[in-house]
């Protein structure tokens, strides 16, 4: 009997070094620029990142803003990119953790180093000064919140709707293009863009849009100041394009409906504000090609708007 559970430990342990062998060749042999990562916590469950993701992944990486970078340091692929010398860590958390040690050899307070940290985020942003109010001049395009957590991104009519009924943020790109990033950055529900602005940042309020226009000669003239000079469809034979004379460089983005369809790019620019409108909308505002004013209305908050930040 002995002999028998003997033979029978000596033949499942040999098959448990030959996985164990077999997996590490696997591991040995996947090609330099494709990776293999755990499913879950089982042992023998993988998943292999193709070379056209991880290329995907960098492009992101590389595109993104320096508070964005922060953020997505602490992405699990990100850091496995990093440790096989694939993708290149970004200086900024480095910059970040030396700013922290010399406050404290200088015994500063916690509230110098936020400032410290704060102006390192946005010497990266894109900002311009209207009045006494301090707005960015880009629409966000991050995939994090404001703490750092990945906001789901929603690419299917089904995922748009499903995050909309649930009450629950998530973002995308116009028509699901990068390129459209790029260009007019991300579309976010209500739910999301209430809290992606950075720290020092916040999503402004439907009395600080109106602040900014009536500082611009109120919502009748104020487009024209704050439209790019470039990037709007013609109207009528006549363009739309702004004179942008204030800054802000708004751009028509379009946005993306509460079902998941999308409309408007190119004609239309819609923007967040932070106030609720009633249990299912909250204001935005929104600018026309075949309109000379700021739209002041309401919205579903499942909809896909851009998003501006102004500083706290």
């Not at 033979?7 to 060749?25: F, G």
């Not at 000064?129 to 707005?135: L, Y």
């Not at 404001?146 to 499903?162: H, L, S, Y």
Request: charged residues 20%; aromatic residues 12%; contains cysteine.
């Amino acid at each position: 009997m002995g002999n028998h559970n003997n033979k029978n430990s000596y033949i499942i342990w040999t098959i448990v070094l030959v996985a164990i062998l077999a997996l590490t060749l696997s591991f040995h042999y996947i090609p330099s620029r494709m990776m293999m990562f755990p499913k879950s916590n089982l042992t023998f469950s993988y998943t292999i990142i193709s070379e056209e993701d991880i290329n995907s992944i960098i492009e992101r990486y590389n595109n993104a803003s320096l508070f964005q970078r922060i953020a997505m340091n602490n992405e699990p692929i990100i850091r496995k990119l990093m440790e096989k010398g694939i993708l290149l860590e970004n200086n900024a958390e480095s910059s970040f953790n030396e700013t922290n040690e010399h406050a404290k050899n200088t015994n500063k307070s916690d509230e110098e180093v936020n400032t410290q940290r704060q102006n390192q985020v946005d010497n990266t942003l894109k900002t311009v000064k209207i009045g006494n109010q301090t707005w960015m001049a880009e629409n966000l395009n991050t995939s994090n919140y404001a703490n750092g957590v990945a906001i789901p991104e929603a690419k299917t009519a089904e995922q748009w709707q499903k995050y909309g009924k649930e009450k629950k943020g998530c973002w995308c790109y116009y028509e699901n293009k990068s390129a459209n990033g790029s260009k007019y950055g991300k579309l976010y529900n209500w739910y999301a863009a209430k809290k992606v602005c950075p720290s020092g940042w916040h999503l402004p309020s439907d009395a600080e849009w109106t602040t900014l226009t009536d500082i611009l000669g109120g919502k009748d003239i104020a487009d024209k100041k704050m439209k790019s000079t470039s990037g709007w469809n013609d109207y009528d034979g006549k363009s739309a394009n702004g004179t942008n004379t204030s800054g802000f460089t708004a751009l028509p983005g379009g946005y993306r409906r509460s079902d998941g369809s999308f409309s408007d790019v190119g004609d239309h620019g819609y923007w967040w504000s932070s106030t609720v409108n009633d249990a299912p909308s909250a204001w935005g505002r929104c600018m026309y090609y075949y309109y000379s004013y700021v739209l002041r209305n309401n919205y579903y908050k499942e909809d896909g708007f851009s998003v501006r930040c102004v500083r706290d």
